[in-house]
């Protein structure tokens, strides 16, 4: 088991930044794949970015060359710097980790609110 908490969302205006963190609990090593998701409202649940234990990365079209994904093994985190945000940015993000043995975790989400 892992537990996943992310932190470092809140309200900013369009154009602002914000950065997510998901800290886990135990190391992230074991994790072959890590992501961001983001629900808004009344919407289903989407991929925002995610990045394999290798490196490999990959982005949802809507915010390629605005958000980048980094994890810092050394210190269990993923990170998710989001720059130049947009009011349909706002959303619930998640974190994910899937392990190599396929078992899936979350976090409990965080609040993204860009105001126009």
């Known amino acids: 088991q892992v537990q996943l908490v992310e932190s470092g969302g809140g309200l900013v205006q369009a154009g602002g930044s914000l950065r997510l963190s998901c800290a886990a609990s135990?190391?992230?090593?074991?994790?072959?794949?890590m992501a961001w998701y983001r629900q808004a409202p009344g919407k289903q649940r989407d991929l925002v970015a995610g990045?394999?234990?290798?490196?490999?990365?990959n982005y949802a079209d809507s915010v390629k060359g605005r958000f980048t994904i980094f994890r810092d093994n050394a210190l269990n985190t993923v990170y998710l710097q989001m720059n130049s945000l947009k009011p349909e940015d706002t959303a619930v993000y998640y974190c994910?980790?899937?392990?190599?043995?396929?078992?899936?975790?979350w976090g409990q989400g965080t609040q993204v609110t860009v105001s126009s």
């Open positions: 135990r190391s992230i090593l074991s994790m072959y794949y």
């Open positions: 994910n980790a899937r392990s190599i043995a396929s078992d899936n975790y």
């Open positions: 990045v394999t234990r290798s490196g490999t990365i």
